[in-house]
């Protein structure tokens, strides 16, 4: 069975960096993807879509918002995907959750499995 567990998510400071985990439990070989997506307080625009990877070639995608400030990487031997996040603004504040799919896109539609998400609050 598939699990996808985040963590490293917390309130911090505009200007400030922190970076997120994202561990994958019951995958059978290294051909997914895993996204990282987040939604804002109030939820209105739905789920937002960050950045991706392709586990198995280490492929990377970013949507405008993460350019530039954030970085996903990939552990493979520890079956965990990161999202280093630098340069915080108040508006990156949201719940951010790691899925896992097929294809490399930033379309939560194309996810099939997704984590529990974790707080991350940007403030002063």
């Known amino acids: 069975q598939v699990q996808l567990v985040e963590s490293g998510g917390g309130l911090v400071q505009p200007g400030g960096s922190l970076r997120l985990s994202c561990t994958a439990f019951g995958f059978t070989s290294e051909r997914y993807t895993i996204g990282w997506f987040r939604q804002a307080p109030g939820g209105g625009r739905g789920r937002e879509g960050v950045a991706c990877i392709s586990v198995h070639d280490g492929n990377t995608f970013y949507r405008n918002p993460a350019k530039g400030r954030f970085t996903i990487s990939r552990d493979n031997v520890n079956h965990t995907v990161y999202l280093q996040m630098t340069s915080l603004k108040p508006e990156d504040t949201a719940v951010y959750y790691c899925?896992?799919?097929?294809?490399?896109?930033?379309?939560?539609?194309?996810?099939?499995?997704w984590g529990q998400g974790t707080q991350v609050t940007v403030s002063s």
């Open positions: 899925a896992a799919g097929p294809r490399p896109t930033t379309h939560g539609r194309d996810y099939e499995y």
